[in-house]
């Protein structure tokens, strides 16, 4: 097994992205940057979730493909997110990491926020199938949200900032 590096178990996904910088870092030849990386990755992570910790709940969806409509659970990087903001993952139990949901079960979850991720120009028909269901909460109250793919969709340090513009919409979903 030379050669192999195994992660060791890390209390979360978010919490293997400091792992990474600091091991990057080591076997880079630049420990001490890999570890400032890491440390502000922790600082800003455990910031966001303290900011948002006790706010009322909002239920969401993360869409994930819309043809067929999948989503993620929570073991998911985005569904961690979507905890750190105070949010409820309405298909978070489900046991696989991303599950194809039907839409039934989907407008049935009732979600206050649908949001996704990818190019910013493609949001309006990624929701435009949702916006026939009117019997639910996110479309009566417009609560859609587009996150950059290149921030909340990669496990770097920049998913701190993404995590933050989910966090962004939930809020705005939970003050209506």
Same mark, same amino acid.
């Given at each position: 097994?030379?050669?192999?590096?195994?992660?060791?178990?890390?209390?979360?996904?978010?919490?293997?992205?400091?792992?990474?910088?600091?091991?990057?870092?080591?076997?880079?030849?630049?420990?001490?940057?890999?570890?400032?990386?890491?440390?502000?990755?922790?600082?800003?992570?455990?910031?966001?979730?303290?900011?948002?910790?006790?706010?009322?709940?909002?239920?969401?969806?993360?869409?994930?493909?819309?043809?067929?409509?999948?989503?993620?659970?929570?073991?998911?990087?985005? =569904?961690?997110? %979507?905890?750190?903001? +105070?949010?409820?993952? #309405?298909? @978070?139990?489900?046991? *696989?990491?991303?599950?194809?949901?039907?839409?039934?079960?989907?407008?049935?979850?009732?979600?206050?926020?649908?949001?996704?991720?990818?190019?910013?120009?493609?949001?309006?028909?990624?929701?435009?199938?949702?916006?026939?269901?009117?019997?639910?909460?996110?479309?009566?109250?417009?609560?859609?949200?587009?996150?950059? =793919?290149?921030? %909340?969709?990669?496990? +770097?340090?920049?998913? #701190?900032? @993404?995590?933050?513009? *989910?966090?962004?919409?939930?809020?705005?979903?939970?003050?209506?």
């Amino acid at each position: 097994m030379s050669g192999v590096v195994v992660r060791p178990a890390c209390e979360s996904d978010a919490a293997a992205i400091a792992h990474t910088l600091r091991r990057l870092g080591a076997l880079l030849g630049h420990a001490d940057g890999g570890k400032a990386a890491a440390n502000r990755f922790e600082r800003d992570w455990q910031a966001l979730r303290e900011g948002h910790a006790g706010k009322p709940p909002v239920r969401v969806f993360w869409q994930l493909w819309q043809d067929p409509l999948m989503t993620i659970n929570r073991e998911h990087l985005i =569904g961690e997110a %979507i905890e750190a903001c +105070g949010g409820v993952n #309405v298909f @978070g139990s489900l046991p *696989l990491l991303t599950p194809t949901v039907s839409w039934e079960a989907a407008v049935a979850a009732d979600p206050q926020l649908i949001a996704s991720s990818g190019r910013a120009k493609d949001a309006e028909g990624d929701f435009a199938h949702w916006r026939r269901f009117r019997q639910v909460s996110a479309v009566r109250q417009n609560h859609f949200a587009f996150v950059d =793919g290149d921030l %909340i969709g990669r496990m +770097g340090p920049r998913f #701190v900032q @993404g995590a933050s513009a *989910l966090c962004e919409a939930v809020d705005r979903a939970r003050s209506r």
